[in-house]
């Protein structure tokens, strides 16, 4: 089976030497002319206000968090619908039609996956980390 990854490691591989090396060409051979006016600060076109070192409040930080645990909830659901045909069939699947019997394990598994991010949706929103009122 390590053999169906090799060229893989072996991309990843080149990958990692290449940028590597093209990040120590820029260092090693790149012009360095430190100039006031790219060492100012540069904020989309206009000048800079008020102080870069501003704290932000915890409720962004959290609302974040939260984005990425339910954004990657739905990245999850589309390799679980592509392969629910096989997860839910005892024998082979030929043709997209299930050879002999149908379980329900592809479908249990996504019930106790999405009842564990349900009950962590409840638990924010009881929370009061996210409220839409």
Same mark, same amino acid.
């Given at each position: 089976?390590?053999? %169906?990854?090799?060229?893989?490691?072996? %991309?990843?591989?080149?990958?990692?030497?290449?940028?590597?090396?093209?990040?120590? =060409?820029?260092? =090693?051979?790149?012009?360095?002319?430190?100039?006031? *006016?790219? =060492?100012?600060?540069? *904020?989309?076109?206009?000048?800079?206000?008020?102080?870069?070192?501003?704290?932000?409040?915890?409720?962004?930080?959290?609302? %974040?968090?939260?984005?990425?645990?339910?954004?990657? *909830?739905?990245?999850?659901?589309?390799?679980?619908?592509?392969?629910?045909?096989?997860?839910?069939?005892?024998?082979?699947?030929? *043709?997209?039609?299930?050879?002999?019997?149908?379980?329900?394990?592809?479908?249990?598994?996504?019930?106790?996956?999405?009842?564990?991010?349900?009950?962590?949706?409840?638990?924010?929103?009881?929370?009061?980390?996210?409220?839409?009122?």
């Amino acid at each position: 089976m390590s053999v %169906a990854y090799t060229p893989v490691l072996v %991309a990843l591989l080149l990958a990692g030497v290449l940028g590597i090396m093209f990040l120590a =060409l820029a260092i =090693l051979m790149g012009p360095k002319h430190d100039t006031a *006016e790219k =060492l100012a600060p540069f *904020e989309c076109g206009s000048e800079p206000i008020g102080s870069p070192r501003v704290r932000f409040s915890v409720k962004f930080y959290q609302v %974040a968090i939260l984005f990425l645990v339910f954004d990657i *909830e739905s990245a999850f659901l589309y390799p679980w619908a592509v392969l629910f045909r096989k997860l839910s069939c005892t024998g082979a699947v030929i *043709e997209n039609v299930c050879s002999s019997g149908i379980t329900f394990f592809g479908f249990a598994e996504m019930l106790v996956f999405l009842f564990v991010l349900v009950a962590a949706l409840a638990y924010t929103w009881k929370k009061k980390a996210i409220g839409w009122a």
